[in-house]
């Protein structure tokens, strides 16, 4: 099936045959859908703080700060923003011109709102030889968003959410990579005094994006009284997945050449898996707000922290035990207890299991990763949902899935997902070092029956892209897991530019 050209851009990419054969494999047999047991809740899976707890935990996470641990952030940023516009480039084709739809018309009554106005109206003025307000006036409103989206102007709708100003400030306006700067300066600030924030991006955007670090650096160092550390990463090649045709063939272009395509943000548990820290939180690029709602973003950052910490020490400990030798029947039963209600892992053999096979059970479940996410109540944003789910070892642990995984013609699956409580905001915070502070090579903890197939579409003809296990989901089913409720005031997501013009963002 594979030529000698095929073998020879394989190597170039750093895939197998082996890889490639599975990937196939995959296209001709689909992707399990995953048994749920129930959506976590409050009640079962998802921990509810009282106050007082969570002034313990952030005591826990300041405390850990002043020990010689390394921090870090990691932020996914490679994905365009074009779909932020799709409504101002759908503007742009249509065949009027003056704002006519609801979206276009709120652009428009609230576009000096937008912290890229100023910079807006400058490229205006030198394209057109007027500024916004004066083509408003003459009716020319698709030069105004022509110049805000196209490279003769501020090219936004080819550049990512990273590099497009978010928020307005007295001394300027800030980029949503800046507001991460500033965020990690208030959480994520170890005891050198450094911040560490590891940003993917897209190959063509690397530069733009190291450019602005080298200019914006000494401005946020001086302001946080911080030493930044920054650093970024590209998907790499061997992430890639074949492309098939509609019958399942590997899809070549007009030169015969097999095509390729990103295996999705899955594919990033690799630039993951290259961070040397203790403990890393994972945040989407356009989650942010301005420094004057930070409190509440940075209290619960710290919470989920204290948590893991919490976890992480409690795990140590039963591991250290378990090393030792000198351990009881009580104490193996208080592990297995743990195991159930602390971290929500339910296995129906255990009744059946001796004492040494118990304790054999026990390492192997606490041996792993470790991530504590933020749950945010359900008010209808899109997003992946916490639920109990059913693993490939017959255990039940806690997992995120998004609705390609459950199989929506079982009425008891497709009530589960859609009376959910809860949905997953991508607020993470993971501990990627065993008892031994050695690194856990993350690429082992991915379940690959968790990716998905979709149709797209190349030079005219159809194709279908794999899929792999995403970054939250399947590429970190085999942690574990704690899911804790945090307010909806700390997820402002910025999915159209006109999110922009929420009060969260002014």
């Given at each position: ?98 704002p006519t739809t ?303 995984q459950i199989d ?68 970190m089913s085999d ?28």
């Amino acid at each position: 099936m594979l030529t000698l050209n095929d073998t020879l851009q394989l190597k170039q990419k750093n895939l197998t045959e082996g890889q490639i054969h599975e990937q196939l494999d995959f296209f001709m047999k689909g992707f399990p859908f995953l048994e749920i047991k129930a959506s976590a809740s409050t009640e079962k899976g998802i921990m509810k703080l009282t106050g007082e707890e969570i002034q313990g935990y952030i005591s826990l996470w300041d405390k850990y700060l002043q020990e010689d641990r390394t921090i870090a952030k990691f932020v996914p940023a490679s994905g365009a923003a074009s779909r932020m516009f799709k409504d101002l480039f759908s503007f742009l084709s249509a065949d009027y011109d003056v704002p006519t739809t609801d979206f276009e018309q709120a652009f428009f009554d609230g576009i000096q709102h937008f912290a890229f106005y100023r910079a807006l109206n400058t490229v205006c003025m030198k394209n057109e030889g007027k500024g916004i307000e004066a083509l408003v006036a003459g009716g020319n409103y698709k030069a105004v968003v022509s110049n805000l989206l196209d490279n003769r102007g501020l090219n936004y709708g080819a550049l990512p959410k990273g590099l497009l100003l978010f928020h307005n400030y007295p001394e300027g306006a800030r980029t949503a990579m800046e507001e991460h700067l500033a965020e990690g300066a208030m959480y994520a600030k170890g005891k050198d005094n450094k911040v560490v924030i590891h940003f993917t991006v897209s190959p063509d955007h690397l530069l733009l994006f190291e450019n602005l670090v080298r200019e914006k650096i000494p401005e946020f160092g001086k302001k946080f009284g911080v030493q930044y550390e920054i650093s970024f990463s590209t998907q790499l090649p061997s992430t890639d997945t074949i492309a098939v045709d509609m019958a399942n063939a590997p899809f070549r272009d007009v030169k015969g050449q097999l095509v390729f395509r990103p295996g999705g943000h899955g594919a990033l548990i690799r630039n993951l898996n290259s961070l040397d820290a203790d403990v890393v939180f994972v945040k989407n690029i356009d989650n942010v707000v301005p420094d004057r709602l930070k409190d509440e973003t940075v209290r619960y950052k710290k919470v989920i922290a204290g948590v893991l910490v919490s976890l992480q020490q409690q795990i140590f400990n039963y591991l250290r035990l378990i090393e030792s030798g000198d351990y009881t029947h009580k104490q193996i039963e208080e592990m297995i207890y743990f195991l159930q209600n602390g971290l929500c892992i339910k296995n129906p053999e255990t009744k059946y299991l001796e004492d040494v096979e118990l304790v054999l059970y026990i390492k192997k479940k606490l041996m792993r990763p470790i991530r504590v996410c933020g749950m945010v109540k359900n008010e209808g944003e899109p997003g992946g949902g916490p639920f109990l789910a059913v693993n490939q070892d017959g255990t039940v642990s806690l997992q995120i899935l998004e609705s390609s995984q459950i199989d929506m013609d079982n009425p008891a699956a497709q009530k589960a997902f859609e009376t959910g409580s809860h949905f997953n905001p991508v607020d993470l915070v993971c501990a990627i070092r065993n008892v031994n502070g050695e690194k856990y090579n993350l690429p082992d903890y991915v379940d690959k029956n968790t990716g998905f197939i979709s149709q797209k579409s190349k030079d005219g003809r159809e194709l279908k892209a794999l899929e792999l296990p995403g970054l939250w989901n399947g590429a970190m089913s085999d942690w574990n897991t704690i899911f804790v409720e945090i307010p909806i005031e700390t997820f402002n997501p910025v999915k159209t530019v006109n999110d922009l013009l929420r009060g969260q963002h002014q």
